[in-house]
C-alpha cells in the first residue's frame, strides 16, 4: 500500500513537470537522436578510410559459431529444476480441488505462480517456492505445528519480503520523491530542471554542429 501511494504522488507530480518542459524534452530527445547518428556515421568513414588506405586484412572476421555442448552440471540442474517443478505442480494442481470451489481458486494463482518462477530459470526461487507449498503455508494443506523461525518453507515468504523491500527502497530513492519530501515548495524544482536542460540542450547543440 505504501509503494502504491508513494508511485501515485510522484506520477502526478512528473506528470506535471513533464507538462511543463514539453519543448525541451522533445528538442533533447530529438538533438540526441542526431548526436548519436552522426556518431555512427563518423564511425563507419573512418572504417571506410582505413580500408581504402591499406589492405584491409579479414582473418578472423568470420568465426564458426559451433553451438558449445550444455554442460553436464547444468543439465542436472535442468532435471532438479523439472523434478521440484512437476512435484510442486501435481501437488497443487487446480483439477484436484474441482470440487472444491473455496480451493480452487487459491490452487489456480499458486500454479501460476508457480510457472512463473519456474520459467524464470531461478532455482533457489523455485526451491524456495516447493518447500513453501509442501509446508502448508498457502492454506492447500493443513499447517503443521512447527518453529517458523526454523522452517525452510518460510525461505519464499522472507525471499518476496525482501522483494517489497527492495521495491519500497528504490521508489523512495526517487528524485521525485525526495523533492516532495524535502522541498518546502516542490515546484521549484522545476526552475533546477529548466536550468538543467537549458544547459544540456546547449552542450548537445556545439556537438550536433556541422563542421
Known amino acids: 500500500m505504501e509503494i502504491n ?9 512528473e506528470n506535471l513537470l513533464r507538462s511543463q518542459l514539453e519543448n525541451e524534452l522533445i528538442e533533447e530527445q530529438e538533438l540526441s537522436l542526431l ?3 552522426q556518431k555512427k556515421a563518423k564511425k ?4 571506410a578510410q582505413k580500408r581504402q588506405g591499406r589492405k584491409f586484412d579479414q582473418t578472423g572476421v568470420l568465426t564458426h559459431n559451433h ?3 550444455i554442460p553436464e552440471n547444468h543439465s542436472r540442474e535442468q ?3 523439472k523434478q521440484l517443478y512437476r512435484e510442486a505442480m501435481l501437488y497443487v494442481h487446480p483439477d ?9 481458486d487459491l490452487a489456480t494463482s499458486i500454479t501460476t505462480q508457480l510457472i512463473e518462477i519456474y520459467r524464470s530459470g531461478d532455482l533457489a ?3 524456495a517456492y516447493h518447500a513453501h507449498i509442501f509446508s502448508g503455508n498457502t492454506l492447500i494443506k493443513p499447517l503443521e505445528k512447527q518453529e517458523p523461525s526454523k522452517g525452510p518453507e518460510l525461505t519464499y515468504l522472507r525471499m ?4 517489497v523491500q527492495k521495491e519500497l527502497a528504490e521508489v523512495k530513492n526517487r528524485q521525485t520523491y525526495k523533492v516532495l519530501m524535502e522541498y518546502e515548495n516542490p515546484m521549484n524544482f522545476l526552475d533546477e530542471l529548466k536550468a538543467y536542460y537549458k544547459d544540456r540542450l546547449m552542450k548537445l547543440h556545439k556537438r550536433t554542429r556541422l563542421k
Open 96 to 104: 484436484k480441488f474441482s470440487m472444491q470451489t473455496d480451493k480452487l
Open 160 to 163: 518476496e519480503l525482501k522483494k
Open 44 to 47: 563507419a568513414k573512418r572504417l
Open 79 to 81: 532435471q532438479h529444476k
Open 67 to 69: 553451438p558449445k555442448p
Open 5 to 13: 501511494e508513494i508511485i501515485q504522488k510522484t506520477s502526478t507530480f
Open 125 to 127: 526461487a523455485l526451491k
Open 35 to 37: 548526436y548519436k547518428q
